[in-house]
């Protein structure tokens, strides 16, 4: 079913989107998005960093603020952004994927707005075209609760952010050149923790002079850790030697609060965690993230390790790795431990009222679709992924400009198995090999909305549908934003973009190259190869 190259475990996302407030705050971002030499582990590379850093910098806003970014694209090819689980509320301009959006051309620049309409919670952005994100490019975002909504647990004292992923010696050229000739990625030359390599746990795993991420904390305090894993495919148990972790949020939804000592993180998935600092000091300690569910002893080389240290700490961590699962095969475990996610259903969270108070067990189902994932096959001569045996590739003009799992086969009987009291609501969830995973949508948000697989190789090669939800009551723009003053035109439509003075070093050249901007027309939408047509 579902295949992963190295953690067997595909993931989906779901973006959905409502209006944007002009009496609410407004927080503006201006990102220059071009390539820095790094050599994260050990190997120098062109990674893509955001105002010369890699990763880039965090979005800390709170509910309701409107968001304006400009986007400067430094690279030499066009660029989108997208933020992984945001909810652009009536607003799919501003998603930032292919479907909806025409790139941004090589040093143009394009502003992006939007709000954070009644959401909180832990969430990141990357860039979504031609496997860029395997370059890097990500960055953390946080949506903060207003002041006069409770939070279900007390205050920390402090707030830190931990992006863990696969990383290849490669560049994002080369890996895309693979997928393209059919190759598989292979086995990735290690994993990240805020983009550096490995601390030296073993001299003979991990060689020297490799940069590491060292988190400093202070003894007898509580930090909300927010962990994201951005890398390209590869599912990772996330760790903490010597300390419990209280999961306490998920992609902006409270959860019911459970200690965990491991936690598998699939890729595309935000968690975030209460760590008390309650250990003695002796020493620093390992923060982990190893892949799952494959040969250990292949895989061992590949661990990512940072170190937390304390301000009192006596010396610096040595020994064996904290272990992970016991066994690295099993995948019950793993799903066990997603389906003990819960929905925390007393707790308000971007509004008063509870999060499960509107019952939505109650809903009526009006409609089913079923996708099935298969391994890559050969279409025309290219290898490529399906889902339900279609392969997509995004068209020349964007479309918009014309809980519950269990393994075997899905079938009307499952939905007697679903947990309708507190599931989870988030934006991505796993799908285990052999397994199905149920996913309730209230299609409430007009646009139109891309259904991926996370794993980045999948994607590439096909593996997304984009599902348009139209009300045909609307008239003029009451239940979804007027096209942006400054869409691009790309495809039929470049007629209508006017030119930019393209402002970055790289000249004139590769910009008169790059794919130029474009927006939807009623006949450009009969073009929706691919696409998945609902009525609310």
Not at 8 to 18: K, N
Not at 74 to 85: A, K, M, R, S, Y
Not at 212 to 231: F, S
Not at 514 to 534: F, W
């Amino acid at each position: 079913m579902w295949r992963a190259l190295a953690a067997a475990v595909a993931v989906l996302v779901v973006v959905a989107a409502r209006p944007a407030a002009a009496t609410d705050p407004y927080a503006f971002f201006d990102w220059d998005v071009g390539y820095v030499t790094a050599a994260p582990l050990g190997v120098k590379q062109q990674v893509i960093g955001i105002n010369g850093k890699f990763p880039g910098p965090t979005v800390n806003i709170s509910t309701n603020w409107n968001v304006v970014v400009n986007v400067l694209n430094d690279l030499d090819e066009p660029l989108l952004i997208t933020w992984n689980g945001i909810q652009h509320r009536k607003n799919c301009w501003q998603d930032g994927v292919l479907g909806t959006n025409c790139p941004i051309p090589s040093g143009w620049n394009w502003t992006y707005e939007f709000q954070v309409k009644d959401q909180i919670g832990s969430f990141f952005y990357f860039p979504s075209t031609g496997l860029q994100r395997a370059a890097g490019g990500y960055g953390g975002v946080v949506v903060n609760n207003r002041d006069v909504i409770a939070v279900p647990f007390g205050r920390p004292d402090g707030d830190i952010t931990i992006f863990i992923g696969d990383w290849y010696n490669k560049n994002h050229t080369d890996l895309r050149k693979m997928l393209d000739s059919g190759k598989d990625l292979g086995m990735p030359d290690g994993v990240l923790i805020n983009g550096k390599g490995p601390y030296r746990y073993n001299d003979s795993l991990v060689p020297a002079g490799i940069e590491y991420e060292t988190i400093n904390v202070d003894p007898g305090k509580t930090y909300r850790i927010r962990v994201h894993n951005v890398g390209t495919s590869t599912s990772l148990n996330f760790r903490i030697q010597g300390h419990n972790m209280v999961l306490v949020e998920t992609e902006g939804s409270y959860t019911t609060q459970q200690n965990y000592t491991n936690l598998d993180v699939h890729v595309g998935q935000s968690y975030s965690f209460l760590v008390t600092t309650d250990q003695n000091a002796s020493s620093d300690y390992y923060v982990v993230a190893s892949a799952r569910m494959v040969n250990d002893t292949v895989w061992r080389r590949v661990a990512g390790v940072a170190v937390l240290r304390y301000s009192n700490s006596r010396g610096r961590a040595s020994g064996p790795l904290p272990d992970p699962p016991q066994d690295q095969f099993d995948k019950s475990f793993s799903m066990n431990q997603a389906r003990s996610v819960r929905w925390n259903l007393s707790a308000g969270a971007a509004r008063p009222n509870p999060q499960g108070s509107f019952r939505y067990s109650s809903i009526n189902v009006t409609q089913a679709y079923l996708l099935r994932s298969t391994a890559p096959v050969t279409i025309n001569g290219r290898r490529r992924a399906t889902l339900n045996g279609l392969s997509f590739t995004p068209p020349e003009t964007p479309l918009r400009l014309a809980d519950a799992m269990d393994y075997g086969e899905w079938t009307e009987d499952s939905r007697g198995t679903y947990n309708k009291g507190d599931g989870v609501a988030r934006s991505t969830v796993q799908v285990y090999p052999g397994a199905w995973a149920a996913v309730l949508v209230s299609l409430d948000n007009v646009g139109v909305w891309n259904v991926r697989s996370e794993n980045l190789d999948s994607w590439y090669l096909g593996q997304e549908v984009y599902v348009r939800v139209v009300n045909p009551e609307d008239t003029g723009n009451k239940t979804e934003m007027a096209i942006p003053d400054n869409a691009l035109f790309c495809g039929q439509l470049h007629k209508y973009q006017k030119q930019q003075t393209p402002h970055h070093k790289m000249g004139t050249s590769a910009a008169a190259a790059a794919v130029v901007g474009s927006r939807v027309a009623a006949a450009a939408m009969l073009l929706l190869a691919g696409a998945v047509m609902i009525s609310p």
